[in-house]
């Protein structure tokens, strides 16, 4: 998706009164750090730490050099190198949805629990899909150990497409060198991945202020190999941050530039990213608000402004649609957020193909939020206009009273044009006579075609017993006396 211009909400006075309240946060409040070992590698950098407190406190130069250290651009690379990402400002992708914790059954449509199988077809679907640029493991594979899940996931991803793979359930320093062990064995050694690399991750703050020892060496250590390792902050409002927006955006604010800050001060030039993922609760149940509201756009443009001028590459949330079933009410929601992360200009959108607030995936809901996104997309990209499709010879060879259906013009020019893959452009006879099917109902043969038809491009001779090896050597470590599990 090639960008437009980005629509903002904030004025520049506005934008510098929240990022001068973001730096007094992270001066004089800071962020608590759950790792002793980043934490006295901090205490070198020019951070303020207190180790009995585990509190980082980050002077404002700090902060700014941070900012500054971080590249602007960086490639997200894919086993085909024509699917590549390159992350450089100038068009957005689609990821899929993350590690949800239920499954509509793609024969039966019940919801149940997913398995590794689950992932490995819906990645093959997703491969399939020219709209997903890169992969997130969009079901938990709940049929394997829990402490193996995050290198199963990875597994069953790399394995089913050649499309970058976003390895956002590696949350700990010692999964996170196993993941990168994969990714070696694929790439073809450390340096060929620091040049390409397939994978990238991101770690998510834990609200108000804080990250946990796993994901922070996590980050780290994906630094250290060359890989994109971004930040993430999911602070749901009213509940672990602040109910105004302006609040709101100074703590995510706060939490992302901190991440950033000891990700640059420990791995200088590392590539990293901005990820403001904003939820608000729900002033009835205390649960997470499954209604998307214009608080929540708000929020995701105004971060994005933050981004930018930061020049930070911006990975924002989209889709996750509060609805049970695609109708009317996911197709509005989604809608709605896919817009405001299209007119953001965000160079990673996720995450597509869930329901009930990202908590179940749904085959049918996938390629409809393909579809939606190719739809909004389209109507931001703008249109050439040159001597070619000005078209003025043709219209004037055509003439008053003429038509155009049989010029060379039209011929050339017509595949164009958008066109409905799911929503209905049958007669209201023919949509009687089909059994009066609706968008879902396409999307779903769809689907069942994919899978049915679709090979994913193999794996290097030897590779895929490798990674399985690679998972069976962690799995000893996490059994031994002493292992991290």
């Known amino acids: ?38 934490l006295g590698a901090l205490a070198g950098t020019g951070a303020h ?59 039966t449509g019940a919801r149940r629990a997913p398995t590794k199988r ?8 997703a491969d399939a899909l020219p709209e997903i640029a890169f992969l997130w493991p969009c079901v938990a594979a709940t ?37 990168i062990e994969m990714a070696r064995t694929i790439a073809g050694g450390e340096e060929a991945l620091r040049k390409r690399p397939i994978i990238s991750c991101y770690q998510c703050s834990l609200s108000p202020l804080a990250y946990d020892a796993g994901p922070i060496e996590a980050a780290v250590a994906f630094a250290e190999a060359g890989v994109p390792s971004g930040f993430v902050t999911m602070a749901v409002a009213t509940a672990t941050a602040p109910t105004t927006l ?9 939490e992302l530039l901190g991440g950033i800050a000891i990700i640059e001060a420990l791995v200088p030039g590392a590539p990293t990213f901005y990820g403001p993922y904003g939820a608000f609760m729900d002033l009835w149940s205390g649960g997470l608000n499954l209604a998307w509201g214009p608080q929540e756009t708000l929020f995701h443009l105004a971060a994005a402004q933050l981004a930018h001028r930061y020049e930070l590459p911006l990975n924002i949330g989209a889709f996750g649609t509060g609805a049970k079933t695609s109708d009317w009410h996911a197709g509005v929601q989604n809608t709605v957020s ?57 219209i004037e060879a055509v003439g008053p009273g003429g038509h155009f259906l049989a010029q060379d013009h ?56 490798e990674l399985l090896r690679i998972i069976d050597a962690r799995e000893r470590e996490l059994s031994a006396p002493g292992g991290d599990g």
Request: glycine share 6%.
């Open 338 to 394: 896919c817009t405001a992360a299209v007119l953001a200009c965000a160079d990673m959108i996720c995450a597509c193909g869930t329901l009930y607030g990202s908590r179940v995936f749904s085959y049918e809901q996938l390629l409809l939020d393909t579809e939606m996104f190719d739809l909004v997309a389209g109507q931001v990209e703008g249109f050439p206009v040159t001597e070619e499709h000005l078209a003025l010879d043709v």
């Open 49 to 107: 730490v207190d180790l009995a407190k585990r509190r980082v406190r980050f002077p404002p130069e700090m902060v700014e050099q941070a900012v500054a250290l971080a590249p602007r651009t960086f490639l997200m690379a894919a086993r085909n190198p024509r699917l590549d990402c390159p992350i450089d400002g100038t068009q957005g992708y689609l990821s899929l949805d993350g590690t949800a914790a239920e499954i509509l059954d793609l024969s």
């Open 410 to 465: 039209t011929r050339a020019h017509m595949r164009e044009l958008w066109t409905a893959r799911f929503l209905g452009r049958e007669s209201w006879e023919e949509w009687e006579a089909a059994g009066h099917l609706e968008p879902r109902d396409r999307a779903r043969e769809r689907a069942r075609a994919i899978l049915a038809g679709h090979t994913p491009l193999p794996l290097d001779d030897g590779v895929a017993e």
């Open 246 to 254: 302006a609040g709101y955006l100074t703590q995510v604010n706060a």
């Open 143 to 179: 049929d394997v150990p829990v402490p193996l899940q995050p290198l199963h996931q990875l597994e069953a991803q790399l394995a089913n497409s050649a499309k970058h793979v976003q390895a956002m359930s590696i949350f700990s320093g010692e999964d996170a060198r196993w993941a």
């Open 118 to 125: 689950d992932l490995e077809e819906a990645t093959r679907v």
């Open 1 to 38: 998706m090639p960008f437009g211009r980005p629509w903002e909400v904030l004025s520049e006075n506005a934008l510098d009164a929240i990022h001068g309240a973001t730096l007094a946060v992270l001066e004089r409040v800071g962020l608590e750090i759950g790792s002793e070992r980043i």
